[in-house]
Every structure is written in C-alpha cells, then in structure tokens.
C-alpha cells in the first residue's frame, strides 16, 4: 500500500530556478526519507528527516517536515541540468522489530532544462 | 562507500523458467530488501531479511521466495517466471541509521 505519495507527478523548470516538491502520508512515522533515481538506476538517499525534526538542510536541498499535515516538502534550489532525476519520499513507520521497513511513494519526475 | 552490486542489469527469460537474482552488499548491513519498481506504482517491497536465514514478507511476496545463507548476499527467486513478473527490480542495504542503499537494479522481461 501507497504511503507516500508526492505532488506533482512531473515537474519542468530551468536551470537557476528552485524545484520544490511536495509528500503527503497517511500514518504516524519515525522519519521520512527523500531518494533521487536517475533513469534505469538505483536509487541515492539524499536525506532523512526525524519526527521530532521540522526541517533540514543538506547542501542545496532543504527538507520541511509537517506532523500535523503528514506532510514534507524538498526544496532544491538553484537547480542544475544534472538534478534531472525523479525524487521519491519514504517513511518509516517503526524503528523497532525486526528491520525498519521503508515504503515509497510513487514520485515526482524533474526535469530541468538548459 | 557502500557498495551493492546485482548479478545483472538485463535479462530476459522465458515464462516457466526459474529465476534466481543475486545481490551482494560490502558494508556488513544486518537488513537487506528486495523491490520491485513498475511505473505508476512506485517501488513495491517483496521481501526483506533482517539477519543471515531471517526473512520476511513485503507487501508482495506472492509467486517470489527469498534466500539468506550469508550476510552479505540476498537472493530472490521466481520459482516460475510469469509475465507479470516482467519489472525493475531493486535490491538495497540498510544502515543503523535507516538509510537503504540501493543496488543498480536488474530489469527483467519475462517473454
């Protein structure tokens, strides 16, 4: 079942502007992850945010997190031709147990033109 | 850097065969995942093991079993390959940390 799930669903703008891409879920979480995956590849972990955390930056992207909307955003500013990419939120429901399963949702696909 | 590799990018099977994908990781990771990635449906979980012979069920786990004999590989298995089995499938690591580190993925077309 679908978790997350981000908005919009495909994203065009040009290189210098800022990207922003929303992530809506369901349920509590124990954190909430955002993943990068260039066509035909694996995906890259670009940063994790905790429940207790309300943003964070890493570079030149930022993460906000809203508990009482379950909702995150990333912020990518300042965008690149090499930030084409699709973008996928995860979350974590539970840290204990047996492992801590992440569950994605169905992502924004970026492109960002000369 | 963590490293997981997959034993293949491509392959192409026939309906019926048996199926064996491969993936190693170098970082010692306890829990290992196995996805499936099909467009408009994001990346699914089949199964996971959080330790050496430890598995459990995803949120798919039908037609798909799952082997651990060492920490550092993960297999899965499609005992008969269908066509709706034809996917991109990922395999990833987990740090303590939680962050999954992702192999290249094998894209597998079942004819």
């Known amino acids: 079942s679908q978790q997350g799930e981000e908005d919009p669903q495909a994203l065009s703008i040009q290189e210098g502007e800022n990207a922003t891409m929303n992530c809506s879920y369901k349920?509590?979480?124990?954190?909430l992850q955002w993943y990068r995956q260039n066509s035909g590849r694996g995906l890259v972990h670009l940063i994790l945010?905790?429940?207790?955390?309300r943003e964070k930056h890493s570079g030149r992207l930022r993460v906000t997190l809203d508990t009482s909307k379950k909702s995150s955003s990333l912020l990518i500013t300042a965008s690149r031709a090499a930030d084409t990419a699709s973008y996928f939120c995860?979350?974590?429901?539970?840290?204990?147990?047996?492992?801590?399963?992440?569950?994605f949702g169905t992502g924004t696909r970026l492109q960002v033109t000369l | 850097d963590v490293k997981v590799t997959q034993s293949s990018r491509y392959l192409v099977k026939r309906t019926g065969e048996k199926v064996f994908l491969e993936c190693v990781q170098d970082?010692?990771?306890?829990?290992m995942f196995w996805y499936r990635q099909d467009p408009g449906l994001g990346l699914r979980l089949i199964y996971f093991?959080?330790?050496?012979?430890?598995?459990e069920k995803g949120d798919i786990p039908e037609g798909y079993s799952v082997s651990r004999e060492k920490k550092e590989r993960f297999s899965l298995i499609l005992e008969s390959a269908s066509t709706n089995q034809t996917s991109m499938y990922l395999c990833?690591?987990?740090?303590?940390?939680?962050?999954?580190?992702f192999g290249p993925g094998t894209r597998l077309t079942v004819t």
């Open positions: 093991s959080y330790d050496v012979k430890m598995k």
């Open positions: 349920t509590s979480i124990n954190n």
């Open positions: 970082m010692d990771h306890e829990n």
């Open positions: 995860a979350t974590v429901l539970d840290v204990t147990g047996t492992a801590s399963k992440l569950t």
């Open positions: 945010i905790r429940s207790n955390e």
């Open positions: 990833a690591s987990c740090s303590r940390t939680n962050e999954q580190y």
